[in-house]
């Protein structure tokens, strides 16, 4: 399990700097990176929706999301009960990352 935790952390560090390099190299080429925002906000209104619908799928299906990673070998059976205990602190913590990441706070005060 720390070894899967430990892969995605690097993935995450490694992508996080590839898009760094682009970003930087944009800047170099004389892109607009904020003109290039506001013409990806569709891009990111479809992003943000996804996450959501993604979100009520895996909230609506919870019990059926547990058995399929049983199933792939990637929870054991036994813990079974211990993750459908989970539910509510799992759901709470993504719905928050939705709130706080993908939607963002700028985006929330505005809508406050």
């Not at 506001?38 to 992003?47: A, K, P, T, Y």
């Amino acid at each position: 399990m720390m070894k899967t935790a430990f892969k995605y952390l690097v993935a995450a560090i490694l992508a996080f700097l590839a898009l760094s390099v682009v970003a930087m190299l944009m800047l170099r080429a004389g892109v607009d990176l904020v003109a290039l925002d506001e013409r990806l906000q569709g891009l990111f209104d479809v992003f943000r929706l996804a996450h959501l619908v993604a979100w009520l799928a895996l909230f609506v299906r919870w019990p059926a999301a547990i058995d399929w990673c049983i199933g792939k070998g990637w929870l054991r059976s036994q813990d079974r009960a211990v993750w459908y205990g989970l539910k509510a602190k799992i759901m709470t913590a993504l719905a928050a990352y939705i709130l706080i990441v993908v939607v963002g706070p700028a985006r929330l005060f505005s809508i406050l």
